[in-house]
């Protein structure tokens, strides 16, 4: 048999070291891979930056199509179905990513603005991978959630939770978006949050978008005054609005499900899912090639509030708001050539469960930080 061509893009980490037993690998940049590129494949591993569609595959032998992420607006689903190509989607690979980024957000805004989050009611649009592990989070963090997802609500079998609907949900203190971005249809989400919904919004409202541009209409939310603006996903990306990413509190390159380990579960997954296809065993070995776990925390204030040491921990973890100065400038131009290249060189992130946190000497502090998946030491 001839050995199988696998074209895949080259910001899927361990790419090579994962499919390489497959078959021949030529990895390129998302963005650059060309109908000539992938005529001669036999299968094609993408992020989100490749359109997947009839341009691109309407002369190749490609019979399986992977994507890492979650998103699914950059593959033509129909076109692959109609020609018999099969398709994997990784879904869910970066919920716990997301939904990290956006506690770390609300600890930083907390203290930015000096409130307490527990007194605080948190709106989630779009409860499914993402904005279900969001709500566990702030659940353990004794944060009130209002959630609204139709099609959830609509469906019968789906009774664990109360769903609230839009206008309510617009009611938060906290408001952020988790759905996908469908451009029509019953559920249709492009501009969800409209003008009309902006402006009821009150200047103690605070908007957050890490799901996809578009959800929210940008013009609206730029010109209405909140406590605070978090924008992770932009329309025309990376050709962002200025006018929304000056008026932004915090403005990060769609990087919010790009920790290591969301990366790596969306290859892996997609890896698995073509080991299947063509009925080999997968392999492990690259797993040795991941880095080191971070260094342990201490924690061994009794004397602040558990937000504060909390808040402190979490900017030990990570700060978004890294994310936002690695790319600012005041010439948007500069801004758009940054974003992608920003992400495509994303620094190391690692996910609470990877992180040890010892010496902690309040029981309750302790029990929580479990809670939330940090690994307890002592
Ligand atoms: N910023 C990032 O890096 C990043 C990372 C992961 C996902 N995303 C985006 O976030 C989206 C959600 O990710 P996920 O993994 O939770 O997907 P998911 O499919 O698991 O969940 C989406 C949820 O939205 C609900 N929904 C659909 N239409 C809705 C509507 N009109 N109103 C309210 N709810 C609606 C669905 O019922 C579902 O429960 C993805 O589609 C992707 O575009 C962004
Ligand atoms: O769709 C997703 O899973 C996310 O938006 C993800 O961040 C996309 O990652 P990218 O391919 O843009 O690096």
Redesign the pocket.
Known sequence: MPTRQIVIDDAVPYAADMFGHLGEITLLPGKKITPSDVQNADALIVRSRTQVNQNLLTNSRVQFVGST?????HIDQTYLQKNDIHFYSA??C??N??AEYVIHVLFDLAERHGFDLQHKTLGI????????RLYQKAQNLGIKCLL?????ERDPKDNELNFVD?DQCLTADIITV?????MSGV???YN?INAEHISRLSPEQILIN???GGIINEAAWAAQPLQAIVV??WENEPNIDETLYRSADLATP?????SLEAKIAGGEMVYRQLCRHWQIEPQNNWQTLLPPDPQPIEIDSRTESSQTKLHRLFKEVYNPYNDDSAIRDKQIQKVHLAFEDYRRTYPLRREWHRHRVQNIKTPHLAKLLKSLKFIIDG
């Open positions: 992420v979650v998103g699914l607006d879904q869910g970066n919920a990513s997301v649009i779009g409860v499914g991978n993402v904005g279900g609204n997802d139709p099609p959830r839009l988790h759905t996908p971005l469908y559920d249709c989400t969800l890490a799901a996809r992770d996903c769609h990087i919010a499900g790009h």
